[in-house]
């Protein structure tokens, strides 16, 4: 496995791997690594020769301070997992290699529309800086696919259309959830709850879980399901964010032409700020 700290060793080892006529995919991450990474890690194996992992936290996609410096680094162990998975390439630069000349000065890359609503609205700035780092990476790496989770679906949809605007040559592979025994999504943010709310934890997918039962059983009162849910994880100690139901394709307005809808979910769990979701066809 080759680890990689700065861009010049990362595109030579990337270049070294083209001359094999090696297809790539590439599993960008911000570290301590879980089964749902790992996840990814199997499925790019499957459509690719060679498998890169990045490991960096974004400090550009963060709006608050307090979450990116309590945000979980584990990179030791990191590394042991991704060998064990027999990955090929691991680059795990630092903000001053991403940003030599300081966030403030980083040109940016905005996707219009899609990143300023739902959680790019509870989150300004957040998604600007994801396809930022998104694209530079897919510029240092070149891959042929880039693995993603459908945790978190309005991040997969907003990178889908800035390849497809900026036609990037590389593929956006979706990988399902990966859940826990009592369906809590996996997520690093789960190391950072309390014994007592883990015990907790998987309501939230139990509660749109019912959601969607009501919506495909005809209920199609969305403001009444939203606070009915709201109330719920509230009382069972949440404190909800949000809990949107949109067209899964346009993440706008359900209306007569939608096939498929999506429930997003975020709430704060004491210190830990969760999301879910969860697709319904209707």
Known sequence: MIITKDIPSAVDAVNQLKKQNATIALVPTMGNLHEGHLTLVREAKKIADK???????NPLQFNNADDLKNYPR????DLAKLEQENVDLVFTPTPQTMYPNGMENQTTVFVPHIS???EGKLRPGHFKGVSTVVNKLFNIVRPDFAMFGQKDFQQVAMLKQMVDDMAIQVKIVTVPIVRDSEGLALSSRNGLLTAENKTKAHLLHKEISGLAKAIKEGNRDF???KASARRSLDSTGFKTDSIDIVDAVTLDTITEQTRTAVILVSA???TPRLIDNITVEL
């Open 223 to 225: 403001e009444q399901l």
């Open 116 to 118: 300023d609503k739902l």
């Open 74 to 77: 584990t990179l030791d162990q």
């Open 268 to 270: 704060y769990l004491g």
């Open 51 to 57: 498998v890169a992992v990045s490991v960096f936290v």
